[in-house]
């Protein structure tokens, strides 16, 4: 929702109504799934919500262990015990004929969550939630006066009520109105809230001054309110190739360290109070570190963090923090990233990934890996991918029990095809033997389906590195199969155009009006500088003046197809013929041209 036209944020009414639909088929995969995103998205899951999912639960014929591995996952989050859940789980299991079974899953349930027991008015939840409801629909300032009518009718004012007023808030101006209306000093939880919706917003500078102010209060640090801002930071270190965000979220780091020094072991852990939302430690976690090292990963100056993250790991020792999947594939990421050859990175890998009483590297971190080791280079500006290095890696991923997705293949074949331009003959003729080679993998290997993506990928690949005859088998495949897309026409038409091949232009352009597909902006874009790249510019003119968008409301000539057909026309001087053509015979998009246009003058003054 939040990427369609409207940029919509769904409450919580939305998902439920969602979840409804998924817990009538079983669906409970999704729901578990979903009770993530909600809690990422700054509108965690309720009671409500679980009663839901142990009804897909039910519906799904779950176990007993099941619901153990339920329960484990909705300890992390808010939630009050409800005796009406109990007594759901076990009519849900008498009414399967076992009463055995019902009386244990309601033991275990009493046993973890009746400490969660809320003692006031049993009309609390019912009047927390139109709370949440009105935050959503109407605003705090709305909320806050619902607030008020409520009290009237025996509803006190805690804590939680301020977590829930400040659920959609990222501004401090809404803590202090908050504050003010309610007569609470909020706590670092609620600052927490306001720094994780401004990250979550997208307004770094926006959480970093709320820290600022948070810093003035005097009140305690605790890795739940630092996270997001160091994951904030740590992210725009990643997109904005600048150590110096990075440097900030360590700056972070070792002010909670400070604050959190390392305690015996053997002690029980210090927590929070956070309103039964995530169970975290209060000082650095493994969460916070594998963060941290991920940044490190990407680092532009990966040799200097290298060293920081030998210091970290020995933080981690002391705190006795567990490695977790994130941290090992960044460790081997760094590692990899400071070796000096081909060889030494990947035996630095094998030494990492091999050894004994470690995570397993997740599907997520073999793709990091891999693509990193696609990448290295060592003191050349150039140089090719170690393929046959590249697959044992991949060979490890597949004996790991993990699925080898398209991605594996296409990020390789992407790396390939960026190489290409402006790449020496003799490089070019090793990259097309590369492009060979991942080809021949993939024919080989029959624990994968290719998507449409990755045949893409391949047949694009095949054209940059000037194998114009390997490019169109694979375009004349997907034909054959109806396994194509807009992105695939678009590839073939360019590779036709810088092959020469005009006959085959043609021919893929008959094909498809053969099958009524419809081409696209992109499409028409390709299939006219095809057309000019081959010399035919007056039939890319006509094409354009004539064809284009007929029958189609979103494709239309615009000024992109103009600045094409003016790219080639004044190689061979006749941009003034192509023009008046232009305002001839497309006079509404002429009034819209710009009187210059890439050094041209369309329309002297």
């Known amino acids: 929702m939040r990427q369609k036209p409207g940029n919509i944020q769904p409450y919580l009414q939305h998902w439920h109504m969602f979840l409804e639909y998924c817990a009538d088929i079983g669906h409970v995969r999704i729901i578990r799934t979903a009770l993530s995103k909600m809690a990422h998205s700054g509108c965690p899951p309720n009671n409500r919500t679980f009663k839901i999912f142990f009804r897909a639960m039910f519906n799904s014929g779950a176990s007993v262990k099941d619901f153990h591995r339920a329960f484990d996952n909705i300890e992390k989050y808010t939630f009050w015990y409800d005796e009406d859940v109990a007594n759901m789980l076990y009519d849900g299991f008498v009414k399967l004929n076992q009463t055995q079974q019902a009386n244990e899953v309601k033991e275990e349930f009493n046993r973890r969550f009746l400490k969660r027991v809320i003692k006031e008015s049993p009309r609390l939840m019912e009047w927390e939630e139109s709370l949440a409801l009105e935050v959503e629909r109407r605003g705090i300032v709305e909320a806050v006066k619902l607030c008020r009518s409520l009290q009237e009718g025996g509803y006190k004012v805690h804590h939680r009520t301020l977590s829930i007023l400040l659920r959609r808030s990222h501004d401090i101006s809404d803590l202090k109105y908050a504050e003010e209306a309610l007569d609470l000093k909020p706590s670092a939880f609620h600052w927490s809230i306001i720094i994780a919706n401004a990250i979550r917003a997208g307004n770094l500078s926006s959480a970093l001054s709320s820290y600022r102010q948070f810093q003035v209060t005097g009140l305690p640090l605790s890795a739940p309110l630092l996270q997001p801002l160091v994951s904030g930071l740590c992210n725009a270190a990643t997109s904005s190739c600048s150590d110096d965000f990075l440097d900030q979220a360590l700056t972070l780091y070792h002010e909670l360290a400070c604050s959190f020094p390392p305690v015996d072991p053997n002690a029980p852990p210090r927590r929070e109070n956070l309103d039964f939302m995530r169970e975290r430690s209060a000082g650095p976690d493994a969460y916070m570190y594998g963060t ?265 000539p615009n000024v992109d197809t103009i600045r094409v057909l003016l790219a080639f026309a004044t190689r061979a001087n006749q941009q003034d013929e192509v023009l008046s053509r232009i305002q001839r015979y497309l006079p509404h998009l002429w009034e819209t041209l710009p009187c210059n246009l890439e050094g041209i003058i369309i329309k002297p003054n």
Not at 327 to 343: P, T
Not at 388 to 403: Q, T
Not at 421 to 444: F, G, I, S
Not at 467 to 485: G, I, P, Q, T
């Open 292 to 556: 941290l090292l991920r940044a490190m990963g990407s680092a532009v100056d990966v040799q200097m963090y290298s060293k920081v993250a030998v210091s970290l790991l020995s933080a981690m020792e002391a705190r006795a923090v567990p490695h977790t999947p994130v941290i090992l594939a960044s460790l081997i990421v760094i590692a990899m990233r400071c070796s000096s050859s081909v060889d030494e990175a990947l035996e630095v890998y094998r030494r990492l990934a091999r050894q004994k009483n470690v995570p397993h590297i997740t599907a997520w971190g073999y793709q990091w890996i891999l693509d990193t080791l696609s990448k290295l280079t060592f003191g050349e500006d150039r140089s090719l991918p170690p393929i046959w290095h590249y697959f044992e890696i991949v060979k490890d991923m597949r004996l790991s029990g993990l699925a080898v997705t398209p991605t594996i293949y296409a990020q390789l074949l992407k790396h390939l095809a960026q190489l290409a331009p402006d790449a020496p003959e003799d490089m070019k003729d090793r990259l097309a033997a590369c492009v060979r080679r991942v080809h021949d993998h993939l024919t080989l290997d029959p624990t994968i389906t290719p998507n449409i993506s990755l045949w893409n990928q391949l047949m694009d690949s095949y054209q940059r590195v000037d194998l114009f005859a390997e490019a169109y088998r694979v375009w004349e495949m997907l034909l054959v199969s109806e396994n194509f897309d807009h992105a695939s026409v678009s590839i073939i038409l360019d590779a036709c155009g810088f092959a020469n091949a005009w006959p085959l232009a043609q021919k893929v352009y008959t094909r498809l009006s053969e099958r009524s597909f419809l081409l696209n902006q992109g499409n028409w874009h390709s299939y006219v500088e095809c057309m000019c790249r081959v010399g035919r510019l007056n039939d890319a003119v006509k094409a354009v003046c004539l064809q284009m968008g007929q029958g189609q409301k979103d494709v239309t």
